[in-house]
């Protein structure tokens, strides 16, 4: 089992930054991979970046150069720097753990994720 913990959202204006944090317990933290997925109202839940547990990172193209994903493994924490924020960025992000074997490319994918966390909502004004 894996508890997921987000939190660091809130309300900011255009272009503005804000720093998410995902705090995860309950298995070993540096054993897997952790993504953060965002839900806009009446959209899908949208993959936003990732980080494996050797640190490599993916991103999705509408936020690369703006956002950086980073974790620090003693801290069992997980973090979205996000910089330059435009309001289409407006959402409930969302982290995610993926326990399963450390391969494929399919990072993108929020199928291959095994436990969420609750959600941070992140508002961007114009």
Do not use: H
């Not at 660091?8 to 317990?25: D, E, H, I, P, Y």
């Not at 493994?73 to 960025?89: I, R």
């Not at 959402?91 to 291959?112: E, H, K, L, M, T």
């Amino acid at each position: 089992q894996v508890q997921l913990v987000e939190s660091g959202g809130g309300l900011v204006q255009t272009g503005g930054s804000l720093n998410l944090s995902c705090a995860a317990s309950g298995r070993t933290f540096s054993g897997y991979c952790v993504g953060w997925f965002r839900q806009a109202p009446g959209k899908e839940r949208d993959f936003v970046a990732a980080i494996r547990r050797g640190g490599s990172t993916y991103y999705a193209d509408s936020v690369k150069g703006r956002f950086t994903i980073s974790r620090d493994n003693a801290k069992n924490t997980v973090y979205l720097q996000m910089n330059s924020l435009k309001p289409e960025d407006t959402a409930v992000y969302y982290c995610a753990a993926d326990i399963g074997p450390d391969y494929g490319n399919n990072w993108s994918d929020r199928r291959r994720y095994d436990y969420w966390g609750q959600g941070t909502q992140v508002t961007v004004s114009s």
